[in-house]
Structure formats: C-alpha cells, structure tokens
C-alpha cells in the first residue's frame, strides 16, 4: 500500500529557511520520479519540483529555482525539500506525489 507522509512545515520569517520531508512506503523511492506541489489559499495546486527516478536529475518552477532543492534519500526513503530565502507567496500547503498516489500535506507559512 503506497503512503506518503509529509512533515517538516511550520511558521517562518521572510528570508527563513525549512526542510521538508516526505516519508514513503510500499514501493522505494528510487524507483521512481518524485515531486513536491504546493496550494495557496484560493489558487490552483502548482508543480514546485521534482526528481527524476535512478538519475536523480532535478526541476524546479520558475518561482522557487535557486531557492529550493529537492533531493532523495534511498536508505530512508525518504524525499526532502530544502527551502531558502523564503517569501511571503510561499505561503502554501506543500504536498508529495508520486504519479497518482498524493500526501496529506503539510503548511507552511511565511510571515513576519
């Protein structure tokens, strides 16, 4: 049964940084590409990242490219999301997927 479990959110000051993690289980996640989206309140759900199953190969949205960094850890199977500098319009609930299978969520807000 696939699961992803976010965690990692929080409140943060502009300039700020988080890590967010998202937790799987029953499939491994080296085996497949892996993405993080994000849901402002009262916008549409926007792609943010995401990485590439084996190579490991990255893309970011435009919005946060330099800021952010998605990586992969196979022996916890786990993927993160490192976050830096953070704005205000990052405020948003950030979501892990895989294909059809989609986290819980997790908030995070930006705010001074």
């Known amino acids: 049964q696939v699961q992803l479990v976010e965690s990692g959110g929080g409140l943060v000051q502009p300039g700020g940084s988080l890590r967010l993690s998202c937790a799987a289980s029953?499939?491994?996640?080296?085996?497949?590409?892996m993405s993080w989206y994000r849901q402002a309140p009262g916008k549409e759900r926007e792609f943010v990242a995401t990485i590439s199953s084996f190579t490991d190969s990255t893309n970011y949205a435009d919005s946060v490219k330099g800021r952010f960094t998605i990586s992969r850890d196979n022996a916890k199977n786990t993927v993160y999301l490192q976050m830096n500098n953070l704005k205000p319009d990052d405020t948003a609930v950030y979501y892990c997927?895989?294909?059809?299978?989609w986290g819980q969520g997790t908030q995070v807000t930006v705010s001074s």
């Open positions: 997927r895989r294909g059809v299978y």
């Open positions: 029953g499939f491994t996640v080296s085996y497949y590409g």
